[in-house]
């Protein structure tokens, strides 16, 4: 059947095609560049009703359906129309043949965690699968569950109800509907490179907020634009003594307030091993008195609060942008502020007072330039050294930390169409390139793009690990930003 459709094939077109799964693919036709205007003697080989006759049955066809033919068109004779079949198969693992011998690799679909899943595992770990960790591991997350609780209190965001109070709260049908449950994220916030960083947040399940409905939900961050006119500022301005530094906000959710809703708010602390073993949350039942994690309105009254803040300290809101804040000494700019959330970026020229805008917040880690400073992920290399001053705005720390698999031969001899695992993986890898061509490597859109198909094939995944194996070569290579007099 496979030699009667290669002849028929061969006799239509004399040309190079290859077959799987019923689809006739055409490539590389003599002559055509398989643009919409086709030649008049190529019009009546694209025709699918001449096609018809050569192709196989229906039942043929799914009698075929696990067949795969892997043509090899590089014949010695150099004849590109020759077709060369290396390996042909039928529901069974192929031979190895000649330099096939090396398949240790494991193909894209077996014995491995699938990036999706490392990602999950990345963004919050199962406290079960904490506790089958070794001791050490356990200590580090029952210490985070503590600290977590302590800000809690320290920010004055939650109060602790009595017994009879709780009682009293959970037994009437009316408030006890104001009451909603609460659990405990874990995280490894150095995604398991190197040591530990164990992480801890208590989320209420906004999900069940009574004022649901009624609540505004915007979260207004700084645009990439503000980005990197700050950027562009600071790096003109550095010869005259501009500075720059970012840095996160601590406990950025417990801060603001409540203040819209009418009635108390409460909710039942989380349970599970590591509470335990840490003796938090000892309390029945908690009032909200200010912001907590997992109010769908927390990031807006964390940014009001955050307007509020620097408002007082003199900073105004573009016009074109809320969440970046001017500062002018007379009509003189001196400083410029963006916050994406809990992340601050702010460039200062020596007439700031920098300390005063220490003061307005409780920080975690701070960073300064020059210095290679990393805000939402982007790393900002700072060349001073340069005939003119430069910043490199780049993803290096990402493209270093992506995993690249190699495509077995064995995997490579199989039915190209990807599997369910091998599909999930090609949807992560490609997202991953987006990501990185969206962001700070606009070369990489081209192969990014032309990667992707509602149809992939291993090849596409592999090309897919290309672009990320092109960037791992590239990793300090971004956006370049030059002094400019402005």
Known sequence: QRA???????AAHGSRLALAHGEVLFQELDGWDGGDDVPGHFRDLVKTR???????SERESEELKDVAIDYDNSDSSGDEHVFAPREVY??????????????SDADASKNFISRKDKKAMDREIPWRKIMKRPQKDIDAFVSATKKEEANFHEWKAVRACSDAEAKKVLADPTSRRRVMKARNAYRDKNCGVGDLSAKCRTVVFGCDDPDLTELQRNSPTATRLSLFITLQVYISNVANGWQMA???ATAAFLQGNQKSRDDPLFFTPPRDGIVDLANAWAAMLYEILSNVYGLVNAPLAWADEVRRRMYTLGFISHSLDTMCFLLFKGEKLIAICI?????????????????????AYVWGKMTFAPATLTYLAKQLIICLSAAVPKLIV???????????????????????????????????VTGSGQWLSGQTRPELAAYVSLSQRQAPTVTDLENGYKVLAYAQETPDDGIVIQALPL
């Open 246 to 248: 970012c840095a996160d």
């Open 90 to 103: 039928v529901n069974q693992t192929p031979h190895k043949t000649g330099d096939d011998d090396d398949d």
């Open 394 to 428: 780049c993803q290096s720390e990402y493209i270093r930390a992506c995993e690249i698999r190699k495509i077995s031969r064995a995997r490579k001899a199989q039915a190209p169409a990807l599997d369910s695992k091998e599909k999930t993986e090609y949807l992560s």
């Open 4 to 10: 009667r459709v290669h002849e028929a094939l061969i």
């Open 339 to 359: 916050v994406h959330v809990d992340d601050f970026l702010i460039t200062w020229a020596k007439e700031f007072d920098f300390e005063a805008f220490k003061k």
């Open 50 to 56: 001449r096609l018809r006759s050569v192709l196989l």
